[in-house]
């Protein structure tokens, strides 16, 4: 006998649990004994929202600043913050999945204290899509950021490696072997050192307020080898890459404040699907992987200067009329 029954609430079980007929299959109960967890766990702590999984399941990059217990919690007790969106999966352009650029804090305000809390969340969201091996792939990781020296003073380095590597392995199944993820370590490093050094001048000289989609430099060349490799190896770096200002225009968003390599947002700042990705240093169309001028849409290669599979075309809309630092689109 059932709770219930004890309580002098007695109902029938059958009813409960089966529609009475193949037509009342809309009115049956949603909730069951049969599908109810019952567990011994008192905690008040919140599981991984259903949306979040929906994004993983879509091979959609989730911003760690989603995977907050905070935001967790925001999306359990809020659910009108979630805003659903079709047309950001490239491959089923009707699939409605949570448009991670609107509500929540861009992934780059991440703080260091969050960081443990988040990745703790993202590996227990892991669980659910992957297998033990990739589980453990990313959990090696993590422990190898968190084990850095100076973890806080040197946040925005391992925040900007890690971004760019779960990104990499939602967008495109990729994980670099050991002799690569640590040259492309050192490069972050590097390049985000640079990025400080030159935001410090700029603040100092007080033409930081210029707008600039990236800074200028002669005949559009790779910087010497003092500034990192420039040896054609995977990870690259795309031209105009090298700064980290307020006036910088990502050319995959559209917005002013981050580099391309480090967008997170699945929409444009004019609120249209993202058609390109950064991929191995360079920015391609999500829908078939052809590589995109960089040079050309920061207003520079307006004459070809490489082959034709690299296409001039607006990397926010694929306009092959304008480049999107000109913002025509």
């Given amino acids: 006998m059932t709770a219930l029954v004890k309580k002098g609430l007695a109902v029938s079980t059958a009813s409960l649990t089966e529609p009475s ?15 109810t967890i019952r567990t011994s766990i008192t905690s008040s702590a ?13 091979k959609v990059h989730i911003p760690l600043t989603l995977l907050t217990t905070a935001a967790i919690r925001r999306i359990h007790t809020d659910p009108s913050c979630v805003k659903m969106k079709k047309g950001l999966v490239m491959d089923d352009p009707k699939r409605s999945i949570m448009d991670t650029s609107s509500g929540f804090p861009i992934e780059t305000s991440l703080l260091p204290g969050q960081f443990n809390e988040a990745y703790k969340n993202f590996l227990k969201l892991l669980t659910k ?14 422990d190898f950021l968190t084990e850095r020296d100076d973890f806080n003073d040197h946040f925005d380095i391992i925040l900007a490696f890690d971004i760019e590597i779960r ?11 050991e002799t690569a993820y640590k040259q492309r370590w050192n490069e972050v490093r590097i390049d985000t050192k640079l990025a400080r050094q030159e935001q410090a001048a700029s603040s100092s000289s007080g033409s930081g307020g210029r707008y600039q989609p990236y800074p200028q430099r002669k005949n559009d060349t790779q910087p010497s080898s003092a500034s990192g490799p420039s040896d054609g190896k995977p990870f690259r770096r ?25 967008c997170t947002h699945t929409q444009t700042i004019k609120g249209s699907p993202t ?27 307006l004459t070809p200067r490489h082959n034709s599979d690299v296409l001039h075309v607006c990397s926010l809309c694929g306009n092959k009329s304008h480049h999107a630092a000109a913002k025509s689109c």
């Fill in 167 to 177: 990104r990499k392995y939602f967008n495109s199944h990729t994980l670099l072997d």
């Fill in 21 to 35: 007929s193949k037509g009342d299959l809309a009115d049956a109960p949603v909730f069951t004994a049969e599908n």
């Fill in 129 to 142: 899509v992957a297998d033990k091996t990739i589980v453990q792939e990313f959990r090696e990781h993590r």
């Fill in 275 to 301: 058609i390109c990705a950064w991929n191995d240093g360079k920015i391609v169309l999500k829908s078939n992987n052809a590589v995109v001028c960089i040079s050309f849409n920061l207003g520079r290669c």
């Fill in 46 to 58: 919140y599981e991984i929202p259903r949306p979040l999984i929906d994004l993983a399941r879509s």
């Fill in 238 to 262: 795309g031209k105009g890459e090298y700064t980290s200002s307020d006036s910088l225009l990502c050319i995959i968003c559209g917005r002013n404040g981050h580099k391309s390599y480090n």
